[in-house]
């Protein structure tokens, strides 16, 4: 399974990116995916994940209703619509896979969850 993030780039504050995540190797529509991130020097955090139908999402309380998670399994691809960036958004994102397939429902918000993730896509957002 290969993921290859895109659609990262530098951004004022107050702005908008929306990320892809296209997924090649196998079909994504039995599986959840998720968004993470990490800043310089800091750990990589959860941002954002979805089931394996599109009709579910959960997010990190630092980005709900800011950033939107979506999927369209026909281009197996999973999209992170961030809108009214910050300058604390800065960072590597990162769309990940799990190994198993996953239930109609099922959220995976925990990095030890997923085994495959993608080469990880820069967001910088300027003040």
């Known amino acids: 399974v290969q993921l290859q993030a895109s659609g990262g780039g530098l951004v004022q504050a107050g702005g908008s990116l929306r990320l892809s995540c296209a997924g090649s190797?196998?079909?994504?529509?039995?599986?959840?995916m998720g968004w993470f991130r990490q800043a310089p020097g800091k750990e990589r955090e959860f941002v954002a994940a979805?089931?394996?139908?599109?009709?579910?999402?959960a997010y990190v309380a630092s980005v709900e209703g800011r950033f939107t998670i979506s999927r369209d399994n026909a281009k197996n691809t999973v999209y992170l619509q961030m809108n009214s960036l910050k300058p604390e958004d800065t960072a590597v994102y990162y769309c990940?896979?799990?190994?198993?397939?996953?239930?109609?429902?099922?959220?995976?918000?925990?990095?030890?969850?997923?085994?495959?993730w993608g080469q990880g896509t820069q967001v910088t957002v300027s003040s």
């Open positions: 990940a896979a799990p190994l198993v397939t996953t239930r109609w429902g099922r959220l995976l918000q925990n990095e030890y969850e997923y085994t495959y």
């Open positions: 190797g196998r079909a994504l529509n039995n599986f959840a």
């Open positions: 979805i089931d394996r139908s599109g009709g579910a999402a």
